[in-house]
């Protein structure tokens, strides 16, 4: 059995369905929008940059 669906069935019966996608819409943009804060994607930017000094 999927976790997710464990996971679900027990919020909707615990918190109600409603409340429940709510929680797991919060969740779900936060993880999409993580990579935005921060590190990996910036440094990938400044290698590029500093790729193409070099080349030049």
Known sequence: MPIG????GLGA???GVTTTFGVIA???V???LAPL???R???ME???IDQDRVAA
Not at 5 to 8: A, C, E, F, Q, R
Request: proline share 0%.
């Open 5 to 8: 669906g464990l996971l679900g």
């Open 13 to 15: 019966s615990a918190i």
């Open 26 to 28: 919060v969740i779900y």
């Open 30 to 32: 936060g993880v999409c």
């Open 37 to 39: 804060s921060g590190g």
């Open 41 to 43: 994607w910036r440094l």
């Open 46 to 48: 400044k290698a590029a």
